[in-house]
């Protein structure tokens, strides 16, 4: 027998993982937790700790693999047993297929962050790859330089309502961005950014493309896609009965699900609470997304767009979590 559930990574979904179940034992490397929706209000002035909170952790161990057949959990400092385990391991960027991505800024940690601040004070040729929430926003946000941003789709935010994405278009436009549209980057090097059509000066790369899993799922023993654990509607791994997933880690069979801060909330109470013993089903709720472009916030939803929406007292709107809920872990 193991030791009780075990929660993988404290990210978004895991606190929320462990919130439904105190008595959970949560793994992460880190006390920190870093608030990606918060990495451009470093470039905008504030102080690194807005976008780094400490919370709780049971247990400080980098995760080196799973032995998911004999339920045991391999860190760097030692090896635990599980009676249930709920992945929770967020995600990485994925950057690896672009030749010469070292030559690229990516903003994975409030760390990150902070170097790219640093970085532009410098610049006056910036490029932006991708066009989807991170680059759009951080389009709108860095100001006095020359702004290229490159997105390989027909338009920006793909997937969202189509006059949003115009319109957010048509204000970064405004503002003086370039945006380059239907073209993929190749090549990336110390002064210039190579697509398939294109070459660009750059003295600064920012990487805001597509993301998988977070890379270390890809050496697990365990059904998955794009480095996330394949999921039933229960959040359950379609191979282990005692493993669930939830947030950027998992894949739920047959449902296209946008991973949001909404999305890492509900994922990861449901799959806690479906750990101790109940049998929820995970249904996909279609809820609006703010976005921040050039300090106005949209209020985006399937079928129309807000302009200026409203954000809660404290704030928390762009995290999905509150600093009170971190402190009550």
């Known amino acids: 027998m193991g030791n009780g559930i075990y929660i993988l990574g404290m990210g978004l979904s895991g606190i929320y993982a462990k919130m439904a179940n105190k008595s959970a034992i949560s793994i992460d ?6 608030i990606p929706t918060r990495y451009i209000y470093i470039l905008n002035g504030y102080e690194n700790d807005y976008a780094r909170k400490e919370r709780r952790v049971d ?3 980098d995760i080196k693999n799973v032995d998911f057949k004999n339920r045991e959990i391999k860190g760097l400092n030692k090896t635990y047993t599980y ?3 709920i992945i929770a391991l967020g995600h990485s960027q994925a950057y690896e297929n672009i030749d010469g991505y070292e030559n690229m800024i990516k903003l994975e940690t409030s760390k990150d962050a902070d170097l790219l601040k ?12 991708g066009g ?15 702004i290229n941003l490159i997105n390989s789709g027909k338009h920006l935010l793909n997937g969202i309502n189509i006059n ?28 210039r950014v190579i697509t398939n059509n294109s070459e660009i000066l750059a003295d600064t790369v920012i990487y805001a493309g597509g993301i998988t899993g977070n890379k270390i799922i890809k050496t697990f023993d365990i059904k998955q896609e794009n480095s996330r654990i394949i999921v ?20 739920i069979m047959n449902l296209n699900v946008p991973l949001t801060a909404f999305m890492a909330r509900k994922s990861g109470e449901i799959s806690m609470k479906n750990a101790m013993g109940n049998d929820l089903e995970f249904k996909y709720t279609a809820s609006g997304n703010i976005i921040n472009i050039g300090g106005e916030l949209l209020l985006i939803k399937s079928n129309k767009f807000q ?13 999905g979590l509150s600093k009170t809920q971190i402190d009550e872990l």
Do not use: P, Q, W
């Open 29 to 34: 490397k880190s006390r920190f937790i870093d």
């Open 59 to 61: 247990i400080l161990d």
């Open 83 to 85: 009676d249930k385990l």
């Open 118 to 129: 640093n970085r532009l004070e410098n610049s006056n040729n910036v490029v932006i790859i």
């Open 132 to 146: 989807g929430y991170l680059g759009v926003e951080l389009a709108g946000i860095i100001k006095g330089k020359k």
């Open 164 to 191: 949003a994405s115009n319109y957010i278009k048509s204000k970064l436009e405004n503002m003086g961005v370039n945006i380059i549209m239907n073209e993929r980057v190749m090549h990336v090097t110390r002064d």
């Open 232 to 251: 039933n509607n229960k959040l359950r791994s379609v191979e282990y009965d005692d493993v669930y997933a939830c947030g950027d880690s998992m894949k």
């Open 307 to 319: 302009k200026n929406g409203v954000i809660h007292e404290d704030g928390e709107v762009y995290s």
